[in-house]
T-cell receptor, first 114, second 113 residues
Framework: AQSVTQPDIHITVSEGASLELRCNYSYGATPYLFWYVQSPGQGLQLLLKYFSGDTLVQGIKGFEAEFKRSQSSFNLRKPSVHWSDAAEYFCAVAFNQAGTALIFGKGTTLSVSS | EAGVTQFPSHSVIEKGQTVTLRCDPISGHDNLYWYRRVMGKEIKFLLHFVKESKQDESGMPNNRFLAERTGGTYSTLKVQPAELEDSGVYFC???????????FGPGTRLTVL
């Protein structure tokens, strides 16, 4: 079955330190890949997406993600975390073209320590 | 441009009662999706409208859930009668007809006591 795995439920990072959130998917072909963020009291905001082309994609708020086909991964990175990055992060995939449901990972909660 | 809006933001009801959630998509977005996140679990797809037609309702948990999108604009999701396991956050998302990227609303937190 198609699935998305975010192996880390909760991560704590010091402010200013780098961050990497992991995401793996299970599917035979390359899906459409997304990272969303949900800050407390807010809805899901799209950070970045990968459809094709350059495997390193840039998003908002200084985030980037790299698609690695050989590892079926789409890890999210940020070189220097800010306290405002504390939130829950969701990796999601769509396995077909427009008009299909997103499949989400369980989410990773990021805490930022000072 | 206004984003996806959902109403109410929170709802607390007793088991056996009825609740109706509303979603207003971004204007012009023909695709409308409902998702649900039960505590501790992943966000799961419920159903998908294209304009006023149900395209995929494979994620609807049972017949206590009824979704409508009359006129192809806003959508409602009714739960009747509500059960304890229906508690969670219900998200709505929309997208233009031929686009993959979905835009999400803030969600409705439903608590069934």
């Amino acid at each position: 079955a198609q699935s998305v795995t975010q192996p880390d439920i909760h991560i704590t990072v010091s402010e200013g330190a780098s961050l990497e959130l992991r995401c793996n998917y299970s599917y035979g072909a390359t899906p459409y890949l997304f990272w969303y963020v949900q800050s407390p009291g807010q809805g899901l905001q799209l950070l970045l997406k990968y459809f094709s082309g350059d495997t390193l994609v840039q998003g908002i708020k200084g985030f980037e993600a790299e698609f690695k086909r050989s590892q079926s991964s789409f890890n999210l990175r940020k070189p220097s975390v800010h306290w405002s990055d504390a939130a829950e992060y969701f990796c999601a995939v769509a396995f077909n073209q427009a008009g299909t449901a997103l499949i989400f990972g369980k989410g990773t909660t990021l805490s930022v320590s000072s | 441009e206004a984003g996806v809006t959902q109403f109410p933001s929170h709802s607390v009801i007793e088991k056996g009662q009825t609740v109706t959630l509303r979603c207003d998509p971004i204007s012009g977005h023909d695709n409308l999706y409902w998702y649900r996140r039960v505590m501790g679990k992943e966000i799961k797809f419920l159903l998908h409208f294209v304009k006023e037609s149900k395209q995929d309702e494979s994620g609807m948990p049972n017949n206590r859930f009824l979704a409508e999108r009359t006129g192809g604009t806003y959508s409602t999701l009714k739960v009747q009668p509500a059960e304890l396991e229906d508690s969670g956050v219900y998200f709505c998302a929309s997208s233009p007809l031929l686009k993959v990227e979905q835009f999400f609303g803030p969600g409705t937190r439903l608590t069934v006591l």
